[in-house]
């Protein structure tokens, strides 16, 4: 039988601390929401009623105290004529603008992992 080798695994690189935390997805997701909603001037009334689910649902996804099933997201999408896809991107990009790295931080500091092997980017 053969020997086994370890595979020496290069220190992952510190990731500076965010001062605030993160916002939660369904937070985010929320707020998307209410805002497509507020845009079609419709009340949550109306737009629970157009997806199926009861106004204090709605409100309460739309305030970050839910965290809708993906068929509930779904449905609450199609009520304000917008697709997963469409929101989703909404969300995320919402999400980069807010957790961006700071314009200080050196792009060389990029760790690059392909096959197992470690680089650091120059």
Do not use: C
């Not at 370890?6 to 500076?16: T, V, Y």
């Not at 790295?101 to 092997?117: E, I, L, N, T």
């Amino acid at each position: 039988m053969a020997d086994l080798v370890p595979f020496p695994r290069a220190p992952r690189p510190a990731r500076p601390r965010p001062s605030e935390p993160e916002p939660l997805w369904r937070q985010m997701l929320g707020d998307q929401l209410r805002r497509r909603r507020h845009d079609r001037d419709e009340t949550l009334t109306e737009t629970a009623e157009n997806a199926g689910v009861s106004p204090q649902y709605l409100s309460e996804v739309e305030r970050g105290l839910k965290e809708p099933s993906s068929e509930m997201i779904a449905a609450i999408a199609g009520a304000l004529d917008t697709s997963l896809i469409e929101l989703a991107s909404g969300v995320a990009d919402e999400l980069r603008q807010v957790t961006a790295a700071p314009a200080s931080a050196p792009a060389s500091a990029a760790v690059s992992v392909s096959r197992g092997a470690f680089a650091l980017a120059a």
